[in-house]
């Protein structure tokens, strides 16, 4: 079937074969601004933080490392270098200038950790205002009988960064999983292993540390988030295609026994996404989603990857998660969600492509699109393009979304692949730096 086009004032609508239409929006995006480079094609540290009241962004490489606040009027944002970006990732109050900075150095049975409780001026200094260790070994991490298992087979000391926790006035929460390494005579053992997801945290503002105990199961990339009263534990199950969380209140107690959110996960390196985030009573929920991949007649690759966004949220009062509800129909690939929060204003970004070519990933041509709700996550608006390049061959991807004052704040790399033919049948991809894109359009109606 021939593609049609149908213009309605500035939105525009594909309908191509089958697939089901998905609106451009390009009416009240304000222009593309470049504020700063990737290292290299997608790969970036750039991040939003709500912080102090307001937004700050931080990162960008190849030179451009940078603090951005966003300006008092809200239209744009003000750069400050970085001399020593050592400091981050960190965790941030968003409601007052301070940030937490988590470290920590292993060798052999111990680890020892720093906390550093600072806040930021704005001609980018950062200053220190507190820094308290925490030695642990590996009993403390794995309990006891370890045996022959080890926090580290190094032979000198590794650093390793936690983030993804939560801070406030007096209690903060920084999430942890740690894998130890098993010796078997002389040869560490892939399959066997000791593991452990629990929290550093302190409810004296920083003064002493102690270690809240979790889950033992084999887990990845995990995010504590506080509701008015709860504190969750997000964490993925990568061999199981899990979601998982644990939750405790905010009067005290411990934390419930993990339990599932969903088994529709992808597992595949790089695939394993997920964001998630509080804000008043809900907690709200975004992944790459599984469940309706397809599969191909390749015995290497016989699955297709073409994941989904999905969603879903829960408050406090509820018994269990809502029915998750996939944001991203409508597209056959999807990739990278973001989410943001503000009030009952949810929006969740993702780069992805209504139609492609069998095999691709997320470094081929894309695009940005978004879906927004307006009643906490209740309903949502059907899927909407923002970048418009990949008939251009141009790859936007990595969105980072910040919902602030009623206006959405969106960040995204761009550029297009570059293949080197090295030999017959042989391509290298070498990739510059890639330009940091930003635009801001108030919240939907």
């Known amino acids: 079937m021939k593609q049609l086009r149908f213009i309605f004032g500035t939105v525009v609508f594909l309908a191509v074969g089958c697939n089901k239409q998905v609106a451009t929006d390009d009416a009240d995006w ?34 451009t490392f940078a603090m951005r606040f966003l300006t008092e009027d809200g239209a744009g944002w003000r750069t400050v270098p970085i001399a020593d970006p050592g400091w981050v990732p960190l965790d941030s109050d968003p409601k007052v200038n301070r940030l937490v900075v988590t470290r920590g150095t292993i060798q052999g049975d111990k680890i020892e950790l720093t906390f550093i409780i600072a806040s930021l001026t704005q001609d980018g200094s950062f200053s220190k205002k507190s820094s308290r260790p925490l030695i642990l070994d590996k009993s403390d991490i794995f309990g ?69 105990r979790i889950s033992d199961s084999y887990s990845i990339l995990p995010t504590v988030c506080q509701t008015v009263n709860y504190y969750y534990f997000v964490a993925g199950k990568p061999l199981e295609n ?145 970048t418009n390049g990949f008939k251009s061959g141009l790859t936007s991807g990595r969105p980072q979304v910040a919902l602030h004052e009623d206006v959405i704040h969106l960040f995204y790399v761009q550029g297009k692949l570059n293949y080197k033919k090295v030999s017959p049948g042989m391509v290298k991809l070498n990739q510059p730096p890639w330009p940091i894109y930003y635009r801001q359009r108030p919240f939907p109606n």
């Open 30 to 63: 304000s222009k593309t601004q470049e504020i700063g480079k990737s290292a290299d094609s997608l790969s970036t540290s750039f991040t939003p933080y709500k912080w102090n009241g307001a937004l700050l962004a931080l990162g960008g490489e190849a030179g």
């Open 242 to 386: 899990e979601l998982w969380y644990s939750r405790k209140s905010v009067e005290g107690g411990g934390w419930s026994s993990p339990d599932s959110i969903n088994q529709t996960f992808p597992s595949a390196k790089g695939d394993f996404t997920y964001r998630a985030v509080a804000d008043g009573d809900t907690m709200h929920l975004c992944w790459l989603d599984r469940r309706n991949e397809k599969e191909r007649l390749n015995p290497a690759y016989p699955n297709r990857q073409n994941y989904e966004v999905a969603y879903c949220y829960r408050k406090d009062s509820d018994s269990s998660w809502s029915k998750d509800i996939i944001l991203s129909e409508g597209l056959l690939y999807a990739y990278a969600p973001s989410i943001s929060v503000d009030g009952h204003n949810v929006v969740v970004a993702w780069a992805g492509v209504q139609h492609d070519k069998d095999g691709r990933n997320e470094f081929d041509p894309s695009d940005i699109y978004y879906a927004t709700s307006k009643d906490g996550g209740k309903t949502w608006t059907k899927p909407m393009q923002v």
């Open 144 to 212: 006891a009988s370890t045996g022959n298992v080890h926090l580290s087979l190094a032979d000198r000391p590794v650093t390793v960064l936690f983030a993804g926790g939560a801070m406030g006035p007096t209690q903060i929460h920084i999430p942890y999983c740690i894998r130890g390494r098993t010796m078997t005579g002389n040869t560490i053992s892939s399959s066997a292993g000791r593991y452990n997801n629990d929290v550093f945290y302190t409810t004296d503002a920083g003064q002493s540390w102690k270690v809240d």
